[in-house]
């Protein structure tokens, strides 16, 4: 395990331990100030997304990047893409036995440990981006996810967002109900759950596992994020039908996972830092991934023949119908059943404004040219 307290003596810092020196201007004598000593602390941070991943792996370098010029060099997050200190699906075990300090993923990858922790990242036709922050931030979320994750001796914040995912790269099309029956595809979560009502199997796979698994034929499809993320890692050589939208992850929050031991280690203002540094990555992820997004689904279908499709409606009619289903099955009693009436009371007032705003204007501009 990594040492999370390095001290460093006064002159090691620069202004740490500096002496301020006034000129007396009637004696010429020196007034020495007290030494200052403060100290810098170093962790690190594993995560589950592919070494050199744009948008995903960058988030987290930034958060450590940010943690490390707003704490003037004091605070120092070493951050460990996927398999570099421990396998990506391994990351939250980790820190929560206090192996790593943090993480840096998606927390629907721990549906093992609560059917509830994908209300914190997505659920099919769930919450979008705009709305999970609303939730989280002022709608009761983030103290009934410090509850949940404090069960396992975490603190997790939003560390990123997605925005709006697509549903998938297929090898074939899509036409029909039928075409879901046998599909074997990489989705997680609660998504997962809805293709197996569809007569589907789910797999789960790591991002960096999912082409060779897509290229030998062990899946038929894969979602991932969008185009951005989905380009960088090459699907569109192996699966041609780009389909959407992604029902499963309609704004997908990531998070970063804090040992609680070293959370509870860190004074006011250390915390203050970390939580706005993530605050700050989360929402400038929100910004960078619907430029880079819009720039690469150019890219795709003008240079590379990559073939858009929808789903037919009764494909979606039936995934609905499969999500609302789910979303209630995770949430029969606990902590569970608080989160689900939460987050479903949040959707439910939430989706009263965004039909009035969000929802008619895309159609209104959608009349222009």
Known sequence: MINRRNLVGAGALGLAGAVATFANP????????????????????????????????????????RVFEMSDGL??????????????????????????????????????????????????????????????????????????????????????????????????????LNDFVGLKMRIPGQGGEVLRALGGASISLAGGEIYQALQTGAIDATEWVGPWNDYSLGFHREAPYYYGPGFHEPGASLAVGINRG?????????????????????????????????????????????????FPDEVVERMSEAAFDVRAASGRDGIEKRIYESFEASLKLMRGWSGVSDGPYYAARALGK
Not at 28 to 50: E, H, K, Q, Y
Not at 76 to 94: H, M, Q, R, W
Not at 140 to 148: C, H, M, N, T
């Open 26 to 65: 009637r004696s010429g004598a020196a007034l020495s100030g007290p030494a200052i000593s403060r100290s810098r602390r170093r962790f690190n941070m594993v995560t589950t997304w592919p070494k050199g991943l744009p948008g995903l792996g960058r988030a987290a370098e930034r958060v450590s990047e």
């Open 75 to 176: 605070m120092e997050i070493k951050v460990f893409a996927a398999g570099e200190l421990v396998p990506p699906f391994e990351s939250f075990d980790a820190v929560a036995n206090g192996s790593a300090d943090m993480y840096h993923g998606a927390e629907y990858y721990w549906t093992a440990k609560s059917t509830a922790f994908p209300f914190f990242t997505a659920v099919p036709f769930g919450m979008t981006a705009q709305e999970i922050m609303g939730w989280i931030d002022h709608g009761g979320g983030q103290a009934l996810w410090d509850e949940l994750s404090g069960q396992f001796g975490i603190k997790s914040i939003q560390g990123a967002n997605t925005g709006h995912q697509m549903g998938g790269w297929f090898r074939r099309e899509m036409t029909s």
């Open 262 to 310: 070293v959370w509870d280690s860190l004074i006011p203002s250390e915390r203050a830092i970390l939580k706005a540094a993530c605050e700050s990555v989360n929402h400038l992820s929100l910004g960078e991934f619907t430029y880079q997004n819009s720039v690469h689904l150019d890219l795709l279908v003008r240079e590379h023949g990559t073939q858009l499709r929808s």
